[in-house]
């Protein structure tokens, strides 16, 4: 989830001061307010939901709670609502009785002092409160839990919809934001929550180990990232938080593939699949990232130490485990520490919050964080071929353009425009599969060179085997040369400028919310973006830009 407000930019000036704002002047009073639909670029301002309107939400948080007229406003108050409602014979069937507590914090690993006290540590809560067939409340909290104001974001799965709707509490209302279709389409898409979680999924920005900010199996949050005697500390939520590992495996992975799985059953139908470009941007744009780093910590990284380098950064790892043969990318990229430190020295590499004056020269917590491909894009690739929308071999031709940059390939991107709104299966006539290859073939013929014509002289090597075997050559040879590279000083340096090429497209996203989030870099503001190329090297790629 996110860790600011969903609607940061707009929401605020709508709703206003619970004693000032547009709802007093509406005649609602303070603390009385009913529940509250502002879904940016549908609403021109906050709505009030009616008695149908609440009755239309089957989610665990609007059946528990909303629906009872209950407007708890802190998070004390919340989790004690849901305790008690959960125990509830006859709201058995909506009851969330299991919680599970995570923290997080992008200056978790900063102690707190004199010196570091004004460092926005960003430090919060992710509370899952989980019941029988799968019923989920994800709360998203700092660390006031008695106040009325501050984060307190709530989504929770709708069995009905088969989608998660989305609330927060804010200026002395409940807020309901949209649910996950409002992010697939205009004019609600990248609005309001929906910048960042821009397919209506669950986000966990650090998905995969080390778990980047979390308290994990990796490191823990130390209670000395928190002031002195901070009432946080001896809070319930601070009691045994669990570590990001089975947030990840338990809530957030299973989450996606819940809602991937869902917009699949209702676009499916007849043969057919509907909105098939809302699947397909997918494939070919990084419509979100995750963020990856080395399991080595930065201040063990000196003469001698090897770091490993995340596979995401150099190859969409995950999608080629399954769509290449078994050992087609052998053993791990380790660079030396000596060579890694020189080129953060060079770069001007720092963790950094301006407003309070920090900076401090060096990586984050672990070394090398860079945004990867997004689970939440991956868990529609392999959905698009276990669907039967597209076959593997056109999946594996068209992830194999420009392979050496598993994000933000404009290549890759502008693959879109031959992407159908609609289309059948495999083997039905006008199929998606069949649309797109018309279009490539329509462009290889008259650009040889083209990418598209790339795709279909794949396609046309042979057998599935075949196709893996050539495509799978090609990247293990790019593999083994970038492994080469970077055991140079000139090859880290490159991958650290690629690295900072990356973080600053980042903060770009929704997702990007904090300053500590990724290290900054002393390179100038108007660098143009970096790409990598298949031997290994790098080019600028101004097109990246805006």
Known sequence: MTGTTYDKRNLSEQIGHPDTGPLRAAGFAAGRAPVLRMIIGLDPGPVPLTDADLAALNDPFARLILRHGERPMTVDALLDRLDTRSAETE????????????????????PFSAATAGVNRALRFVVARTGAEDRLILMSVDDRPSSGTGLLQVLSW?????AYNFYQRRDGAWVYSGDSDHALDPPTRGRGPFDGH???SLVMKELRAPWLHWNSQAVSIPPEAFAPEHPVLDHRLMANPAGAELLERD???????????????RAIGAGRLDRADTFLRQLVQSTSVNLVASDREFREVAAGV???VPSEILLNIEAWTRF???LTIRGRVRIEGAHLLGAIQDLGIALADPAAGFHQPGEAFFALACPAPAY????????????????VGLVRAILAVDFAN????????????HMPVSGALLGGAGSCEGQILDAFAAVADARPGSDEAQVLDWLATGDDAAQRARIGAEIAAYYDTARQRMQTADGVRDLMRLIVSRRRYFRTLGISEFALTLPVDGLPADMAPLIMTPEATLAQAPELIG
């Not at 709201?91 to 900063?110: K, S």
């Open 91 to 110: 709201l058995a069937d909506a009851a969330v009785p299991d919680e599970t507590v995570f923290l997080l914090g992008e200056g978790g690993q900063i």
């Open 158 to 162: 709708d069995p009905g919809k088969g």
């Open 198 to 200: 821009v397919n209506g």
């Open 251 to 265: 809530i957030i992975q299973r989450g996606i593939d819940r809602w991937t799985d869902a917009r699949f059953d």
């Open 306 to 308: 090897m770091v490993n």
């Open 324 to 326: 290449l043969d078994p």
């Open 376 to 391: 939440e894009d991956l868990s529609t690739i392999f959905a698009l071929v276990d669907r039967d929308v597209l076959s």
């Open 406 to 417: 598993p994000i933000r390939s404009a290549r890759r991107a502008a693959l879109m425009r």
